[in-house]
């Protein structure tokens, strides 16, 4: 800010206006903010998440696109200042969140770049991680549903998706032992809407308000509840975290178009609060189990493996993928977030 006086300390008149930033990047983008509103210039800002490939490192690449000018305030956080605009980078495993500040074309072209250069998080999976809020986000880890692994379904995987996701009710409850695709299922529930998904592990976190009101108020799609066990149970039974989750799926504070998955460990669709499965509140019960033997093999045909099935009657989709033979160098499947 070069047209701006700068004051010693303890010289700062009474009546002068004083303005602080708290570092580099915050001073950087004050002052060209000040500049574009001075002379009328329209500004916008975006943030965007973008994959980076493995082994990438900042330092690296930055050199290595003839930028005039950029400073890294980390090892994995740089500031680019030009003369229509500013990119700000922060990575991270795996991605880099970039926030352009410039003009309208400005943006776009620069979004072109990066589109370019790197592949879009289509997806992300927002952490909070304790009771004061703070967050990580990481790109969904997605695989395409197999139609196969669940039977149960009165329609195509994608189908039933796209009608929870149209229908005006807020709650879905996957209920089954684990390894049974619970996990896989709502992965592609996430990716079907092309937006993002809220999770909390920690009890903690959910004693409070602020999460709720953080989703409820946010830019998250999906609140997701993995092994909800004891939040799902009746409310006789001693659940303090029950009229939370019905305030929010329909009541008076509930927002639209925002929904809620519960996956549980039960062993009976009756442990779980009747409230929360109340017509038009809850879309439906999906209830999972292993998959039967000529099911399993319906489910390597899909997925088009040579492979034959173990001995056994039944198999968790956990045990038809992690049973294979090493040589057949089919990626084993994730079943959690992170």
């Known amino acids: 800010m070069r047209d701006v006086q700068v004051f010693k300390p303890g010289t700062v008149p009474r009546n002068e206006v004083v303005f602080g930033t708290y570092g580099t990047a915050e001073w950087i983008d004050a002052d060209f903010r000040r500049q574009q509103y001075l002379s009328g210039a329209a500004t916008l800002?975006?943030?965007?998440?973008?994959l980076t490939p493995a082994g990438f490192r900042l330092p690296d690449w930055i050199p290595t696109q003839c930028w005039p000018s950029y400073t890294f305030l980390s090892s994995t956080e740089v500031i680019i200042p030009m003369e229509g605009g500013i990119i700000h980078i922060m990575a991270s495993r795996a991605k880099m969140d970039v926030i352009l500040t410039g003009s309208p074309a400005w943006i776009?072209?620069?979004?072109?770049?990066?589109?370019?250069?790197?592949?879009?998080?289509?997806?992300?999976?927002?952490?909070?991680?304790n009771a004061r809020g703070d967050d990580i986000s990481v790109p969904l880890n997605y695989r395409a549903g197999i139609n196969a692994a669940y039977p149960w379904l009165d329609r195509p995987f994608a189908d039933y998706i796209r009608d929870y996701l149209d229908s005006d009710a807020c709650v879905l409850i996957l209920i089954g032992p684990p390894g049974?695709?619970?996990?896989?299922?709502?992965?592609?529930?996430?990716?079907?809407?092309?937006?993002?998904?809220?999770?909390?592990?920690?009890?903690?976190?959910?004693?409070?308000?602020?999460?709720?009101?953080?989703?409820?108020?946010?830019e998250d799609d999906i609140l997701v509840m993995e092994d909800a066990d004891s939040f799902l149970a009746d409310r006789q039974d001693g659940n303090t975290m029950m009229h939370k989750f019905l305030y929010v799926s329909d009541g008076l504070i509930s927002a639209a178009n925002k929904k809620m998955i519960f996956s549980t460990n039960l062993p009976n669709i009756n442990d779980i609060d009747p409230a929360l499965m109340r017509a038009g509140r809850c879309y439906d019960v999906v209830q999972f189990r292993p998959l039967l033997r000529n099911e399993a093999q319906a489910v390597l045909d899909e997925v088009k493996s040579k492979h034959e099935l173990p001995d056994g009657k039944d198999f968790t989709l956990a045990e038809i993928f992690t049973t294979q033979p090493s040589a057949d160098k089919t990626s084993k499947r994730s079943m959690g977030f992170k």
């Open 108 to 129: 776009a072209e620069w979004d072109a770049f990066f589109d370019a250069a790197f592949k879009k998080a289509e997806n992300l999976i927002r952490w909070v991680y």
């Open 180 to 218: 049974t695709g619970k996990t896989t299922f709502i992965k592609n529930v996430i990716h079907q809407t092309g937006g993002n998904a809220r999770v909390a592990y920690d009890q903690k976190v959910l004693e409070g308000d602020d999460f709720f009101a953080g989703f409820v108020d946010g």
């Open 45 to 50: 800002e975006t943030n965007t998440t973008w």
